[in-house]
């Protein structure tokens, strides 16, 4: 016997329509690439979004279609979610920071027709633009005034295009099924695969990256992702803010501690969200300035993992509890987020902290396990790591175009790529990317648990480990740091600090001291880079 429930489509468009009725007071701010705060509400942008679709209408854009952005956190990059989508063709928001080759190779590969561009990125379109196959029009994002001198072909201007159209458009229906966006996620081996997102798997994420213990978004906050839009959809909060009619700052080009700080003062920002580098430029600039965060309760550390010390200066210097959260594109992107249990609220600090430095635990409708190299599944002691499956109805079936073949297994689950362990409290710890994690006398070695204990010390201020090869272990780590302006700390002193607080066959055999880290466009360390830079490596052991 079925329900006798109404079967309504979980829309995107249905997002901004509620919040235009709901809150359409509430501000969207957003730092402008010409330069001024841009301020206007929910209402605007679901009026500027209808008529950004009835534009694309009038471009040929329908069902389907792929449209792409190569834009900055702001408002105009927040219209193009709703007026794409909404009208159910597809928002492909491409990564700005991936080389230019990799940009042309997925903007072919996504078959883009129309693409949208900030001013910042003109010269880089100029650049490629004889190689895109499929793109018809390229919409500068900015009004008559500020339109550059371009040789690109078949440029429009974005206002221009708004202001030909009434915004009398209603959103239309269709199957929730249907695509609504699309992200590459460039792995460190092959191409860049897509990510396609549906309307159902945006809305269901978005329902529940709302609830209070994922991101416990609500019209209370005024939230400011720094989390860029073009990684993962801002981990949803373009969708989840207004759904909860959340006031929303965009930091545009400024993620330099003091451009963030200005918003967060300003527009008393209450929960933020951004990966560990972005929150180390913003702790540096509060140590040098001596100011303080009185507005803000809370902040979103994810992307990579964040370090037990940057989340004790958050909590105990700034009074701001960190959600540690982890995912990926391919999972929309939450997976698990930190917030404690009721019965850990009277523990040491010490304890708590030692939770909150793991991944954090399952978000409603994420199932996960951990499985050894034949599939078995391993306990969930907290002591024993796997591979990290997980399945659910905002994780990827597939690859956009197939690519990449067969992601799931029989059970529907999807390899993660990460090594985990998963505790008895259901707190899941990454110990490694399956491809980085140390193979010592077919042990496993944690090159991140080594990592995140390094740059505890306080003259380092980045440590990558990686194997290195070892006559008689196969493997041995090698820390390499990169010190602290201004610091001259050696080798043994930071082997020192690590004693005790590992295994001693953990201890990494040398540490080298670099300049600089490589990182992938979307913040994390490029081990393959350094694998290879440190590929014939001597170690004092060997
Ligand atoms: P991406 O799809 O680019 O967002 O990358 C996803 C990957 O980033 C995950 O599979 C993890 O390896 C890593 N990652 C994300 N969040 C965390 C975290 N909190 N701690 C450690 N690694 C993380």
Redesign the pocket.
């Known amino acids: 016997m079925l329900g006798l429930m109404q079967d309504r489509p979980l829309l995107i468009s249905s997002l901004i329509e509620f919040a235009a009725q709901y809150h359409g007071a509430v501000e969207i701010v957003s730092r402008s690439v010409e330069g001024p705060i841009h301020r206007y509400t929910y209402a605007d942008a679901n009026r500027r979004s209808k008529q950004l679709a009835q534009a694309l209408g009038s471009l040929g854009i329908g069902l389907g279609d792929r449209v792409a952005t190569l834009a900055w956190n702001g408002y105009r990059h927040l219209e193009c979610y709703y007026g794409v989508s909404g009208i159910g063709a597809v928002l492909h928001t491409i990564n700005p920071r991936l080389f230019p080759e990799q940009i042309v190779y997925i903007a072919n590969h996504a078959e883009d027709r129309v693409l949208f561009t900030e001013l910042t990125f003109v010269p880089l379109l100029e650049g490629i633009a004889g190689q895109l196959e499929s793109v018809e029009a390229i919409v500068i994002m900015t009004d008559r005034e500020h339109m550059p001198e371009t040789s690109l072909p078949n440029v429009q201007c974005y206002e221009e295009l708004l202001a030909a159209q009434d915004g009398s458009l209603d959103w239309p229906g269709f199957d929730e099924n249907t695509a609504s966006s699309l992200c590459y ?2 792995g460190t081996t092959g191409n860049p695969k897509g990510v396609l997102y549906s309307h159902r798997s945006t809305v269901l994420h978005s329902l529940a990256s709302c609830s209070q213990d994922v991101l416990g978004l609500s019209s209370q906050d005024s939230v400011l992702p720094v989390v860029p839009m073009f ?2 959809n801002s981990w949803g909060i373009a969708y989840s803010a207004p759904m909860c009619g959340a006031k929303l700052v965009l930091p545009g080009m400024g993620m330099d501690g003091a451009s963030i700080y200005e918003l967060l003062e300003t527009e008393k920002v209450t929960l933020s969200a951004g990966v560990p580098t972005v929150w180390l430029m913003l702790l540096q600039y509060l140590q040098q300035t001596g100011k303080e965060l009185p507005h803000m309760t809370r902040t979103v ?6 370090p037990a010390s940057m989340i004790e200066t958050f909590e105990h210097d700034y009074d701001v509890v960190v959600i ?8 929309s ?1 939450l997976g ?1 987020t930190g917030n404690l249990k009721a019965n850990m609220a009277a523990w040491d600090y010490s304890d708590q902290l030692a939770v909150k430095s793991k ?2 635990r399952a978000v409603y409708g994420v199932d996960m396990k951990i499985t050894d190299d034949d599939g078995n599944e391993l306990p969930r002691d907290g002591v024993a790591f796997g591979h ?1 499956m997980v399945r659910g109805p905002w994780i990827t079936n597939g690859y956009f175009k197939g690519e990449g073949g067969e992601v799931l297994d029989d059970g529907d689950w999807f390899d ?3 090594v985990a362990t998963l505790d008895p409290e259901g707190f899941m710890q ?1 110990t490694d ?1 399956s491809k980085d994690v140390i193979k010592s006398g077919g042990e496993w070695i944690s090159s ?1 648990e080594l990592e995140n204990i390094a740059v505890g010390h306080p003259d380092v201020a980045e440590a990558a480990v990686i194997g290195v090869v070892h006559p008689k272990w196969d493997e041995r780590p090698l820390l390499i740091i990169v010190r602290n302006e201004g610091s001259n700390v050696e080798g043994p002193e930071i082997l020192d600090f690590m004693k005790g607080k590992i295994a001693t066959w953990w201890m990494p055999d040398d540490v080298t001291f670099v300049d600089e880290i490589p990182h ?1 466009a ?1 913040g ?1 360390i490029q081990k393959l880079v350094l694998r290879e830079q440190f590929a014939g490596y001597k170690l004092p052991t060997a």
């Open positions: 996620t460039s990684h993962a550390i994810g992307g990579s993992a964040a540690h959260a982890w995912g990926m594109t391919e999972m992107p698990t991944q954090g990290l993660t790529g990460d990454i990317r991140i992938t979307t994390k």
